[in-house]
């Protein structure tokens, strides 16, 4: 990439716009889902005893299980919430940037 | 040029096979369907090895399968990849033993792909091209960064290699009858024709017909459990409190995360080393653009989720049908220890529930699944060991970058065999958590830091990463599971199981530290590349496509 491509692409204010929206989007991302682990995992190291609760009077099924279960499913669905806008939003940005790039000659290397 | 080689090896396979039935009858019989269906296997896998062979010329095919797998593809492989024998076996045995926690280990194995898919898998497709050592010495200093990454990326294949060797030794033995070297050596014989013929596109094949077999039979058995329980879990879980020795005690946390720190540190040390897996790594070299990539994580995380699910239920159906049961029941052991020790020790409970639920038919398909599985996961680490060895030792730093392909590749294969036979001769007990620890360590750390951190500098990331290759490597040395149960002293002398905390920390501490003390020319070039390697990491402009075939 040489330095005027760099910096063509750099001051492009539709570049700058996606690169903040996807960043913020993506780290909250992590964020949300660190938290949930480390919530579920500190609770077993400090109080085990919360997820031992038995679901309902005479069940054996104990608390955990469900939110065990929620931790997996939970995992997946953020990544389908990822996916979702990367698909929608994000690659169509991309792509008028690229055509942007393009109609100004920016990308013939 | 593979066909002779196809039909030698499957006359070692049946000379080895029918070897085996006079030997061990006191063990197990023979069981004939395992056999009939692992032979299917390998017979197709290697069909698939030829016809990946006339397609593997080049070496972004050998190493990238050209970058021509699709999203969906490459998360099936992935999830595969992920899905060793001994997470199959492994988890549905912690189960089996502990009850719930087996989940909360399953699940700090999944956590680790969402925060991937957010922060990792498209910055790598658009920056790298067969290694993550590429990413990582994208605008550092080629020479130090690439033999760093080389090592820490040698070092998580070969124990986790030898992990697995030893795993599939004992498995295959109790299987199938095969003595310990003999199951040894065909894996590693296997594993090798794979991929020093068939290269990425094989061995993703390989790949992608084990997940499916593992994730049909798990589900299978799982709803074969639910079936004996009339669809109702309130039962499962009840008569599993009733059978089991520990009863209500493994439907909550039980002794597996005891204190915050070991708990902090195991999660580290899963979270993070997983993105510092050299053969997971490689996988996203193999889709045509971040697009794909993004796509095969989706797909992973959702297999990998339904397979830890089912592996919950194999575990509890297990306890459910197998732990009281005299058929499966180690009398030997017991009048030694008591309680209900099973043949082969829990990580067989999957196995004997196979038995329990379909017989000899399902017992050999799950017996011929799980050594698919291993030859699998086999054959992607070492093609993860040998491309860093000839890419980025290799091509990159012996021959300075300026190297024909022909000879990369003959590299690459010469280091496929060898990797191979290493990882036959040290076919002894290691563990897995110390690939994952050295892969969060050093692996991670420097990948990490070279795609968000734009002050890293190629000497803060060399002695940083070194710094933690080394601390992590030391303190599973000092503690509990080396210095205590192999080495036989009487108290670790450092008392945590998972080190990743520690060697994590002092990985990225070192590398800010001498990156920002960093003063010399060389440090002001990685710094000033940083924003277009960064520009290029979030478009892909530059990067390149798949090759046409």
Request: charged share 15%; net charge positive; proline share 3%.
């Amino acid at each position: 990439m040489t330095v005027q491509t760099r910096d063509i692409i750099k001051n492009n204010p539709k570049y700058q716009r996606l690169v903040r929206s996807r960043n913020r989007f993506a780290w909250s991302l992590s964020i949300v889902m660190l938290l949930a682990y480390y919530t579920f995992i500190m609770t077993i190291a400090f109080k085990p005893e919360v997820l031992a609760i038995s679901l309902s009077d005479g069940s054996v099924i104990s608390v955990g299980i469900p939110v065990g279960i929620a931790m997996i499913l939970f995992s997946f669905l953020l990544t389908g919430l990822y996916v979702y806008r990367a698909n929608n939003t994000y690659d169509l940005m991309l792509e008028e940037i690229k055509a942007e790039l393009a109609d100004k000659g920016a990308l013939d290397e | 040029m593979s066909k002779p080689f196809i039909i030698l090896f499957l006359f070692i396979c049946g000379a080895l096979a029918s070897g085996t039935i006079k030997g061990d009858i006191e063990r197990r019989a023979l069981n004939i369907p395992a056999v009939v269906m692992f032979f299917i296997f390998v017979s197709g896998t290697l069909m698939i090895t030829y016809w990946a062979a006339k397609r593997t010329k080049t070496a972004s095919d050998f190493y990238t399968a050209g970058g021509g797998i699709t999203g969906f593809q490459n998360g099936m492989a992935i999830a595969g990849d992920y899905m060793s024998a001994a997470s199959f076996l492994g988890i549905s045995g912690l189960v089996y033993l502990a009850g719930y926690d087996g989940l909360i280990y399953s699940i700090g194995f999944l956590v680790g792909w969402p925060i991937i898919l957010f922060l990792i898998s498209e910055r790598l497709r658009n920056l790298g091209k067969y290694t993550f050592a590429d990413v990582a010495s994208f605008r550092l200093k080629q020479e130090p960064i690439r033999v760093l990454s080389a090592f820490g990326a040698i070092a998580t294949v070969l124990l986790y290699l030898i992990a697995q060797m030893v795993g599939s030794g004992k498995l295959i033995e109790l299987l199938f009858g095969l003595p310990y070297a003999y199951a040894v050596i065909l894996v590693g014989v296997l594993m090798i024709l794979y991929v020093t013929f068939g290269g990425m596109l094989a061995t993703t094949w390989v790949q992608i017909i084990k997940a499916v077999l593992l994730l049909s039979g798990a589900t299978f058995m799982a709803f074969a459990v639910l079936y004996h329980v009339d669809f109702s879990f309130e039962k499962l879980f009840s008569s599993a409190v009733e059978m089991h020795d520990r009863g209500i005690e493994i439907m909550s946390p039980g002794g597996l995360v005891s204190d915050p720190v070991s708990a902090i540190s195991l999660g580290i040390a899963l979270m993070f080393g997983t993105a510092g897996l050299p053969h997971i790594l490689m996988r996203f070299f193999t889709v045509s653009d971040a697009k794909e990539a993004r796509k095969s994580v989706f797909f992973a995380t959702g297999f990998i989720g339904y397979f830890y699910i089912l592996t919950f239920i194999i575990g509890f159906g297990a306890i459910v049908l197998v732990f009281k049961n005299p058929e499966y029941l180690d009398v030997a052991k017991q009048s030694v220890s008591g309680g209900f020790p099973i043949i082969g020790g829990k990580n067989m409970a999957a196995v004997h529930l196979s038995h329990a639920l379909g017989g000899d038919l399902f017992l050999g398909f799950i017996s011929a699944v799980a050594f698919a599985t291993i030859l699998a996961v086999v054959s992607g680490l070492t093609l993860a060991g040998a491309s860093a060895i000839s890419h980025d030792l290799y091509a990159n730093v012996v021959e300075k970058g300026v190297c024909d392909q022909a000879k990369e590749m003959r590299v690459s294969k010469i280091a496929t065999v060898a990797l191979g036979i290493i990882a036959i001769m040290l076919g002894i007990a290691f563990v897995v958590g110390l690939a994952f620890a050295i892969a969060a360590s050093s692996n991670f750390s420097v990948l990490f830091l070279s795609m968000f951190w734009s002050k890293l500098t190629t000497r803060g990331a060399v002695v940083g990463g070194i710094l933690g290759l080394s601390t992590a490597i030391l303190l599973v040395i000092l503690g509990p599971i080396v210095w205590v149960n192999i080495l036989g002293n009487a108290e670790a002398i450092f008392p945590y199981k998972y080190p990743a905390l520690f060697s994590v920390t002092v990985a990225f501490i070192a590398i800010y530290f001498i990156s920002i003390t960093d003063r010399s020319a060389r440090a002001k070039q990685d710094r000033d590349a940083f924003e277009a390697q960064d520009i290029r990491s979030q478009t892909g402009i530059g990067a390149k496509g798949p090759s046409s075939h």
